[in-house]
């Protein structure tokens, strides 16, 4: 008999005992309560399930807490066994939480039909109170969404307390009530047909604006199968249903405003798109060098204050029932600029290992290349309408040139330069990012095949390089072999 118990030998004995007694599985919001640590009842079920697992298969890899009554964060994902993520990707398929009326009754997982609206009852004789099939669910975020928006529908206002099951809030306002809305139209989340259904409808009609913006700047029409192949972008938006779709999609409602001289309309629906997801500010540094050149007319102070101050205000307008209750906590959760992923979820920079991805170093080696590629492209590209180096341009602020000079600048900023420039911050962005997620394809996708266009590629070579790009965001789970 051995001597002392190891934690997996506890484990095992838990688990035994609880099979053994028959005991039913218990209310995971009562479980969740009396844990008093800001887990949810998800993140409680879905702990237990990967305990049981680990003691079945005698798995002793996993580490115990090192410090015994420290809160532990709730994972940012689900903890999924490899093949069951292979098999789950390769599917496509997506399956849903049980849906009830009483979440004290949020313990199991049943499989509908594709797109089928999950109902409140399950025959007994289907469920499952061990939760032990290989069954997986595609879903990442959407049920924490849900989650979230229920404690805000439940009056709670202080970000700081807002949580779901893979952790704390950390989008900005615009992304709530958004979710809100889908929450009232999905009974709860628990209609994720039409949720599909809506999300299909901003697929084609995100597929129209960028095509539109295309067309406006003369892309050929060779490329334009490109935007509908692939098939990371189709699970993004109609499997996953992430936040990323209504972001991307403000993305280019602005640029499109932009290229046909909406200035004002622009920066409007720019400032939304970043009040949805902070990764939009990707392109900020674009925006502003559009706004400047684009607006020369006249008094140029005041109109490059009116853009940012309308960009500001808006998130302040939006973000005032927050701002009210907890202001500091509000920024620091929707525009944490500090945040590390983990390294098991990235698919870029996989080649560098997960104590160099972790390390300060590399975060700043990134964010130093980051600001020299703008500073290369504002002087050598994006201020060429004006045809003046860096600080002639931002002396014309103050002394600005002749009527003729400036109708000239505005000229050169057409349709082609805009969609070029913001296309064009967002890759040296996601280029020196330290984490990209899958959903992050969405920036990339859209953009992906006019830069190769611009880049005066060969068309074959644009098609390979396209497919290359394909092939590597599909690679799941990421691997070394990934951009």
């Not at 680990?54 to 410090?67: L, R, W």
């Not at 789950?88 to 594709?114: C, H, I, S």
């Not at 590209?381 to 002639?392: F, I, K, V, Y």
């Not at 000079?405 to 911050?425: C, D, E, H, M, Y």
């Amino acid at each position: 008999m051995p001597s002392t118990w190891s934690l997996l030998d506890e484990k095992k004995l838990l688990i035994n005992i609880i099979e053994i007694s028959g005991v039913k599985m218990p209310s995971w919001a009562v479980v969740a309560e009396k844990m008093d640590g800001g887990y949810t009842a998800e993140a409680c079920r879905q702990h237990f399930k990967k305990l049981k697992k680990e003691a079945v298969k005698g798995d002793g890899s996993a580490k115990p807490n090192s410090k015994l009554g420290t809160q532990n964060t709730p994972r940012k994902r689900k903890q999924l066994d490899d093949d069951a993520e292979d098999d789950a990707e390769d599917d496509e398929m997506f399956y849903t939480p049980k849906a009830v009326k009483d979440m004290d009754d949020e313990d199991e997982y049943v499989r509908p039909a594709f797109g089928q609206k999950v109902k409140d009852e399950v025959p007994k004789e289907e469920k499952d109170e061990e939760d032990s099939s290989d069954d997986k669910d595609t879903e990442i975020d959407w049920v924490a969404y849900m989650e979230q928006v229920k404690q805000f529908d439940d009056g709670e206002r202080d970000y700081i307390n807002i949580k779901g099951g893979t952790g704390p809030l950390v989008y900005p306002a615009v992304h709530l009530y958004i979710y809100r809305l889908l929450y009232a139209v999905t009974d709860q989340g628990r209609d994720i047909f039409a949720a599909q259904v809506i999300f299909a409808l901003l697929y084609l009609v995100t597929l129209a604006i960028v095509m539109a913006c295309y067309r406006r700047a003369q892309a050929p029409p060779y490329i334009f199968p490109l935007l509908v192949l692939s098939k990371r972008l189709h699970s993004v938006y109609l499997l996953r249903l992430f936040n990323d779709c209504f972001a991307t999609w403000g993305l280019f409602c602005a640029v499109y405003a932009y290229q046909r001289r909406r200035w004002l309309l622009g920066s409007v629906i720019y400032s939304l798109g970043v009040a949805i997801k902070m990764n939009v500010l990707l392109a900020l540094p674009a925006v502003a060098v559009i706004v400047y050149q684009g607006t020369f007319l006249g008094n140029f102070l005041p109109r490059a204050a009116t853009h940012g101050i309308l960009m500001l205000g808006i998130q302040v307008l939006v973000a005032i029932p927050f701002l009210s209750a907890n202001a500091v906590g509000y920024v620091a959760r929707a525009f944490d600029l500090t945040r590390v992923f983990m390294f098991k979820w990235t698919v870029n920079w996989r080649f560098v290992g997960e104590e160099v991805f972790l390390s300060r170093s590399f975060s700043i080696a990134l964010l130093a290349v980051h600001l020299s590629l703008l500073a290369l492209f504002v002087t050598t590209r994006w201020l060429q309408p004006s045809a003046r180096q860096l600080q002639h341009s931002l002396r014309m602020a103050l002394h600005p040139p002749s009527t003729q000079t400036q109708q000239l600048i505005k000229a050169r900023i057409n349709p082609g330069f805009v969609l070029t420039t913001v296309l064009t911050a967002n890759a040296i962005g996601m280029l020196c990012a330290r984490s990209l997620h899958y959903q992050f394809y969405t920036l990339l996708a859209w953009g992906a095949p006019f830069l190769f266009w611009r880049a005066k590629f060969h068309p074959l070579l644009q098609y390979l390089l396209w497919a290359a790009q394909e092939w590597a965001w599909n690679v799941y789970p990421s691997a070394f072999q990934s951009p």
